[in-house]
């Protein structure tokens, strides 16, 4: 299995869902199955199908969890030290060209990613422009509503 990179917050996240997951999640579900036998007929328990579902629902999560935290390359930005370039878990800073907008965004991992918080996907079109440039460069990026040219203006790791 290839290894997928991940931010060390990102990791964080992760474990902390999987230990939701089978420490609350799964023990809550387990009771309602036990309290929906109680009930009697299963064929026309309504509880007992919704908790069932919600069972295997949980379980594929964590195993889909589990399956991501094993494949992961765990990457600290703070420790990175590419010399300006733009890497995965790197810090961006971009002025669009057309009209002076500043953004800033964090390349991170799939599931990381979240426009609202500033971090976008290592696998989106605007990410795979920035990786390997460098401060100053300028970058074409192919957007829904043509292309936009950014200029990096800084890149840190943190």
Known sequence: ??????T????ELLKA??????TVERPSV???????RAQGDLSENAEYEVAKDRQGFIEGRIQEVEGKLSAAQVIDPSELD???????????ELEEDSCGEQVTYQIVGEDEADLKFGRINISSP????????EEGDAVDVQ?????????IVAVHYR
């Open 126 to 133: 605007i990410a795979r422009a920035l990786i390997g440039k």
């Open 17 to 22: 869902e999987l230990h939701r997951l089978k």
């Open 30 to 36: 387990i009771n309602a199955i036990s309290e929906a």
């Open 8 to 11: 060390k917050r990102g990791a």
């Open 82 to 92: 590419a010399g300006g370039r733009v890497v995965f878990g790197a810090t961006v």
């Open 1 to 6: 299995m290839a290894t997928i990179p991940i």
């Open 143 to 151: 957007a829904p509503g043509g292309v936009k040219t950014y200029e």
